[in-house]
């Protein structure tokens, strides 16, 4: 069974650092894409960064240059590091995998496999 935790989420001012982590269970992550969503009520989730088997990262333009993420493949897990947060950046952040393809995607079709999510909350 798979199953994907997150951590990390917290209440920080703007300007300030979080780092989320999604722990992944029965799945590897070895040569396989992940990704970090996002979603604030009312709204669709909304993509934020994938990262393909080869490790290689694509970023939303709205956080490109703030957020860095990447994985342990040895320990299954992905990070997403995000500096720089601003008010808008607060959200429920979510982890997605899919353990078939090793291609980066935006879409959320794509992945198989979902965390519960973590909340980040940034204050003016």
């Known amino acids: 069974q798979v199953q994907l935790v997150e951590s990390g989420g917290d209440s920080v001012q703007a300007g300030g650092s979080l780092r989320l982590s999604c722990a992944a269970s029965g799945y590897t992550f070895s040569g396989t894409s992940q990704a970090w969503f996002r979603q604030t009520p009312g709204k669709e989730r909304e993509w934020v960064a994938c990262i393909n088997g080869a490790s290689t990262a694509g970023y939303a333009d709205s956080v490109k240059g703030r957020f860095a993420i990447s994985k342990h493949n040895a320990d299954n897990t992905l990070y997403l590091q995000m500096n720089n947060l601003k008010p808008e950046d607060a959200a429920m952040y979510y982890c997605?995998?899919?353990?078939?393809?090793?291609?980066?995607?935006?879409?959320?079709?794509?992945?198989?496999?979902w965390g519960q999510g973590t909340q980040v909350t940034v204050s003016s």
């Open positions: 997605a995998g899919n353990p078939y393809a090793a291609t980066c995607s935006k879409f959320e079709s794509v992945y198989n496999y």
